[in-house]
């Protein structure tokens, strides 16, 4: 029988979506996660999770392929009527995605359709597929990036892909109300992590001007993302729907 809350996080098994799925368990939610290529440290995170008392799942799903949807939430199904009983879920975190830094002129066609593939087709139609088996008043939290508010150089389609997502939850809000189903956006700055090469952690030129144009002077951490992902999976923010909440620091203001 269903008791818990559960979330589907895509990207769980590192960085952002790592902590995010650690700190949804802090709530008491359990959590589904899926990876890319690296399953070791997917089931790494699974026994943080199920360490912390809550039940945890890995799948693998490559998320800029759509042929791939139908089968992984067959999958998902399975197991969530294997475990709870029931077939259904509370909160959609569309969290993976990679990075790229070029500037427009030497972007290509394929680096576009990648950023484009994952970070807004592959969000746009996993979401569709979702929808049968999310919970009435559940939610959708879209990540997105300061980068959509902000430019800097090299971060074209990156940031335009994300400026989609954040209109295309919008619409997810209006659409989906009559389900009381709530969607959201989360636009993180400049974080440390692996994402784009490691940029943001390894890079000290680039971390020093972050540092340098951000409010409370410093590159923000996974920890300063996870917690406002598992408020918005909180009974606490039950109000809150169709918003684009940045968490950058106050970067580029």
Known sequence: MKNSKIALVTGGSRGLGKNMALRLADKGIDVIITYHTNEAAAQDVVKLIEDKGQKAKAFELDTTNVNEFTTFFKHVSDYLSETYEESRFDYLINNAGTGIYKP???????????????????????????????TDGGGIINVSSGLARFSLPGSSAYGSMKGAVEVFTKYLAKELGDRKIRANVVAPGAVATDFGGGENKNNDKKRDIISSNTALGRVGEPDDIGGIVAFLCSDDAQWINGQRIEASGGMML
């Open 104 to 134: 427009f002129l030497q972007t290509t066609e394929n680096d576009f359709d990648e950023m484009m593939n994952i970070h807004l087709k592959g969000v746009y139609f996993l979401t569709q597929k979702a929808i049968p088996f999310l």
